[in-house]
């Protein structure tokens, strides 16, 4: 059973280009959330997307948005790149709620990130 | 803003008991305390969480004090695998929310 999975596993980008990062949620999962991660910090919540929806945002510009596709896999733009926007973007995959099985509530699964480099 | 309190970082010995400490002081009578674990170039990875009873698994055991204002996770035998950032969170459980995670206490296993 794969984990949750993403690409690319690094990437370099000027300033004022745009990305796209994408995930792949652990089989069973259809919730979505991405967290960005600066060097020597701790993820830091951007978005949760559930039924190919925008469910929670945390405090981050529109230049980030985000898209989920019927198969429940998930996307990252992030548009006009910053300097700082240099970090790792980590996926994390959940199942549904009502799945009766005894997880640790909601449990998130992470994958092993993109580190994005913007110059 | 996270809202927990944790000690930077802790050394332990190889094979000793790993006790790590986090404060929690404004939690709520509806948020659990979860920790997760990062590897250096990993994701985080899910340990435990605990209401207010004391909880065990493969991993670690949680011990939350009885006024649920702060917390220990307990590694029994610490492996050099073990050496990693760990976070404390506190989180409400319904629906899927959000983690907030704050500095963490980097862990050092040393030999």
């Known amino acids: 059973d794969a984990g949750v999975t993403q690409s690319p596993t690094h990437l370099i980008k000027t300033r004022g280009q745009q990305v796209t990062l994408r995930c792949s949620p652990k089989s069973g999962h259809d919730t979505v959330s991405w967290y960005q991660q600066a060097l020597g910090q701790g993820p830091q919540f951007i978005f949760q997307y559930y039924e190919e929806e925008e469910r929670q945002r945390g405090n981050f510009p529109d230049r980030f948005s985000g898209h989920q596709f019927p198969n429940y896999s998930s996307e990252l733009n992030v548009n006009a790149l910053l300097l700082g926007d240099s970090a790792l973007y980590l996926c994390?995959?959940?199942?549904?709620?009502?799945?009766?099985?005894?997880?640790?509530?909601?449990?998130?699964?992470f994958g092993p990130g993109t580190r994005l480099t913007v110059l | 803003d996270a809202k927990t309190t944790q000690p930077p970082s802790m050394d332990c010995a190889e094979g000793r008991a790993a006790n790590l400490p986090c404060n929690h002081s404004?939690?709520?009578?509806?948020?659990?305390v979860y920790w997760y674990r990062q590897i250096h170039s990993q994701g985080p990875q899910y340990i435990i969480h605990?209401?207010?009873n004391n909880e065990t698994n493969e991993m670690a055991s949680l011990i939350i004090t009885e006024d649920r204002k702060s917390s220990t996770l307990i590694l029994p035998h610490a492996t050099l695998r073990d050496t990693a950032v760990y976070y404390c969170?506190?989180?409400?459980?319904?629906?899927?929310?959000?983690?907030?995670f704050g500095t963490g206490t980097r862990l050092t296993i040393i030999p």
């Open positions: 994390a995959s959940s199942p549904p709620s009502t799945s009766g099985r005894s997880l640790a509530h909601n449990e998130q699964f």
């Open positions: 404004t939690i709520s009578g509806n948020e659990y």
């Open positions: 605990g209401l207010k």
């Open positions: 969170i506190v989180r409400v459980t319904f629906g899927n929310e959000k983690l907030t």
